[in-house]
Structure formats: C-alpha cells, structure tokens
C-alpha cells in the first residue's frame, strides 16, 4: 500500500522542548482530544480513536563496526475507517 506524507517536521530542539510537545500530545490524547501538528504554513488536524496501536522503536543505523545515529520513534497508528483491535503486550517506559 502506497505512503502519503500528510505532515513532516524534523527540527533540532531541546530536550525540554521535545518533552513539551510530547506533553501537549499525551494531554490532548488524555482528554480525548485532536491532535493538531503545525509548522510553519503546514497544518494537519488527527482524530486517533480510543484504541490505537502504540509503536515504539529504538534504532541504530550505520555501520556494525562504528558509530551510527540513534534513535527513538513513537507511532500512534489506527485505520481511517475503524478501530483497531488491542495489538498485546504491555509496554512500559522509564
């Protein structure tokens, strides 16, 4: 199935900063809100329903034998048309 970019945003910020954005996000999703993402002249409003699959991956890409970037990306994921159903383990971040 094809990819459609509605939104993107890569930009260097402070650890306090992320954690602000991240902060407004679990609000919102707290209160069974929308999740609107701006940048610039971009916009784009999301509805996540009440049980989307949470993705959380950590990730190093580049050489096995040097240093690489890492990574760690969290996905909130549903069908536009239904819910999806409960995907299993429970997850835990500290």
Do not use: C, H, Y
Request: net charge negative; glycine share 10%; aromatic share 4%.
């Amino acid at each position: 199935m094809p990819e459609e970019v509605l939104f993107k945003s890569e930009t260097e910020q402070s650890r306090a900063e992320i954690a602000s954005l991240l902060r407004r996000v679990a609000d919102n999703l707290d209160d069974g809100d929308s999740i609107t993402l701006t940048a610039g002249s971009e916009s784009v409003t999301l509805e996540p329903p009440a049980r989307p699959t949470f993705e959380v991956k950590a990730e190093r890409e580049g050489p096995a034998d040097g240093p690489g970037e890492l990574s760690v990306e969290f996905e909130l994921e549903w069908d536009e048309v239904e819910e999806g159903e409960d995907g299993g383990g429970g997850l835990e971040i500290e």
